[in-house]
């Protein structure tokens, strides 16, 4: 995975643990894709105290990631439901009865709607 | 929820984040049912740092759930996989064929034995 793109979803499932400042920081490196400069001036700060606050962080979402895998374990739930509707599309090509098709395709809505 | 057993849950899913000293208080505490008193004496400390300590971190598990809801989340996990299989057995009594039901089954012993 691409360290930037990595690095955003992180934020996405950690951002919460860390304080607003760095919150705030992460997301204009991280989403708004600002330079060290443009933040270190909107944050009236010098350009190395941005790039030491974007390390720590980068260190924290990661410790956070190896201890929690909040990450990890979303792709795995991806995986899963990919597999569960396709089980299920494989069940709907061995009936020609509407009343299961509609389940079926009751059950395929209810699996990619619900998030967890 | 039983305070006690939510706690122990909690530890189970945020202990992790805690320092090691801490965790391994929480577990005597709350999996081991040591008492207050019990718990000082293996640590060589007071009644009231034991009890501090759990207060803190207390506070510190339901501060990680507040803010990142993994407790919920493994509650409407479980309520998903419960909506599943039941409608996967409501399927099943629509048919009469063996290759779906035997595809069924595949499916639902997918559903259960999948953690994530």
């Given amino acids: ?3 930037r793109f ?3 979803l992180l934020l996405d499932f950690y951002g919460v643990l860390l304080t607003e400042k760095q919150f705030d920081l992460m ?3 991280y989403d708004e894709d600002l330079s060290l400069g443009e933040i270190a001036e909107i ?3 010098s350009r190395q105290a941005t790039f030491d ?3 720590r962080c980068h260190k924290l979402l990661y ?3 190896e ?3 909040l990450l990890k374990k979303s792709e795995e739930e991806k995986i899963f439901k990919k597999v569960l509707i396709e089980k299920l599309q494989l069940i709907n090509t061995l009936t020609d009865d509407d009343r ?3 389940e079926i395709d009751n059950l395929k809505e209810y699996v990619t709607s619900t998030t967890m």
Same sequence: chains 1, 2.
């Fill in 6 to 8: 990595e690095m955003s």
């Fill in 1 to 3: 995975m691409d360290d």
């Fill in 53 to 55: 606050t974007i390390k």
């Fill in 43 to 45: 944050n009236s700060t």
């Fill in 27 to 29: 997301k204009l490196y």
């Fill in 67 to 69: 201890k929690l895998m």
């Fill in 100 to 102: 299961i098709k509609t």
């Fill in 63 to 65: 410790s956070y990631e």
